[in-house]
């Protein structure tokens, strides 16, 4: 069984500052994938970012960048130079690489930018 | 737009009584995932369907049950609701390119039992 652990519960910002999203996670699996979602006021479930657990390389698109360590069981998420539409509930999700794909949803980080 | 479909997006019903969610993947996706979120349970997966099968079960509970049909949409029924079924349910696709894991969500159902 997978565990995520959100343990930032919510986060407030002024808009043009950088945020990070904490996730620590836990799998027995060898090979996984890490996943980051955004929910916004809307309600919808938006897919951000994926990333292997056989490739630690850490990457940038845009104003999104994550550091991802496979010793620590991390997987953390910034955003740069945040705006007020990234007000939202951001979840952590693990996936096994077997054939039963479910995620496993962490608690949720609500972020609030502030004008 | 993620193009996964559900239908209806809202649906106030009563204690005791049976509804169907309905949701339509992505185009060519094979994959048909379920998930519940309720405010005391957070987001949390109930079943998986692969090309019509039943693939894999969560926390889904017995009055609960899901098909994927041959045009590859589910259904999910929900029976002998309970006022603390009333949640926010998600359907969502994967399978279509190389990108596999990725599922992506609709819209969702918020269904409100009174």
């Known amino acids: 069984a997978q565990k995520v652990t959100q343990a930032q519960t919510e986060i407030s910002v002024v808009e043009k500052e950088d945020v990070t999203l904490d996730c620590v996670y836990e799998?027995?699996?060898?090979?996984?994938?890490l996943f980051w979602y955004k929910q916004p006021p809307s309600g919808e479930l938006v897919f951000l970012i994926r990333r292997n657990s056989f490739d630690e390389q850490n990457e940038i698109s845009g104003r999104y960048s994550w550091n991802f360590q496979k010793s620590t069981s991390s997987f953390n998420f910034t955003i740069t130079a945040s705006q007020v539409v990234d007000s939202a509930v951001y979840f952590c999700a693990p996936v096994s690489s077997g054939s039963a794909r479910q995620l496993t949803f962490g608690s949720g980080t609500q972020l609030t930018v502030l004008p | 737009d993620s193009g996964v479909t559900q239908t209806p997006k809202h649906l106030i019903t009563a204690t005791g009584q049976r509804v169907t969610l309905r949701c339509s993947p992505r185009?060519?996706?094979?994959?048909v995932y379920w998930y519940q979120q309720s405010l005391d349970q957070g987001l949390q997966f109930l079943i998986q369907y692969y090309n019509g099968e039943e693939r894999a079960k969560g926390n889904i509970l017995e009055r609960f049950s899901a098909q994927q049909f041959p045009d590859l949409h589910s259904e999910l029924n929900l029976s002998s609701l309970e006022l603390g079924d009333s949640a926010l349910y998600f359907c969502a696709s994967s399978g279509r390119d190389s990108s596999r894991e990725t599922q992506y969500f609709g819209p969702g159902t918020r269904l409100l039992v009174l």
């Open positions: 185009s060519g996706d094979l994959s």
């Open positions: 799998t027995r699996d060898t090979t996984y994938y």
